[in-house]
T-cell receptor
């Protein structure tokens, strides 16, 4: 079974609008971490935001917020006020367990922002 | 700039060549990673090093040989590769007390002819 599922291969959004990128995960470990990364065409994976399984509040970092719904095992990324520079691949990833140093990645969503 | 550099950025090699990829991190992290990213596939973890010791080898063929001389440097030695090994190879580093978030380098785009 897929540990991380990103069902949207591609998304379009108009500049200045908000967009939600979906991510669902599967784990039986009560302690885990969820990450979102951005990969522009240059190839570098850029860390965006982190959510711990015990965190009570949804994580936010500037225009990025993580809509964490634990019971549904979803960790959707919300980008507000999209900019042209947000066009990139976006990957959801999970760390299982409190001490694991391994990340499991999804297949990614390609976001295109148009003027 | 994430503090993780990789060289070369692009590499074309024949199946009989020997080459090495280099990764250097300037973040003071203790863990370093090699990933392979092929088209339309999730990132595949290849190797993990913690404090210079290899803690993970994810069933990687022996034609890929990692080396970690210190916590700041990581190499991936390549020999007798196959065309299906063509991919983007990403290096990352992390620090356990920071939620294990990993910081990535720009990658090496490898083409095997």
């Amino acid at each position: 079974a897929q540990k991380i599922t990103q069902t949207q291969p591609g998304m379009f959004v108009q500049e200045k609008e908000a967009v939600t990128l979906d991510c669902t995960y599967d784990t039986s470990d009560p302690s885990y971490g969820l990450f979102w990364y951005k990969q522009p065409s240059s190839g570098e994976m850029i860390f965006l935001i982190y959510q711990g399984s015990y965190d009570q509040q949804n994580a936010t970092e500037g225009r990025y917020s993580l809509n964490f719904q634990k019971a549904r095992k979803s960790a959707n990324l919300v980008i507000s006020a999209s900019q042209l520079g947000d066009s990139a691949m976006y990957f959801c990833a999970m760390r299982e367990g409190p001490y694991s140093d391994k990340l499991i990645f999804g297949t990614g969503t390609r976001l295109q922002v148009f003027p | 700039e994430t503090g993780v550099t990789q060289t070369p950025r692009h590499l074309v090699m024949g199946m009989t060549n020997k080459k090495s990829l280099k990764c250097e991190q300037h973040l003071g992290h203790n863990a370093m990673y090699w990933y392979k990213q092929s088209a339309k596939k999730p990132l595949e973890l290849m190797f993990v090093y913690n404090f210079k010791e290899q803690t993970e080898n994810n069933s990687v063929p022996s034609r890929f040989s990692p080396e970690c001389p210190n916590s700041s440097h990581l190499f991936l030695h390549l020999h007798t590769l196959q065309p299906e090994d063509s991919a983007l190879y990403l290096c990352a580093s992390s620090q356990p007390d920071r939620n294990y978030e990993q910081y990535f380098g720009p990658g090496t785009r490898l083409t095997v002819t």
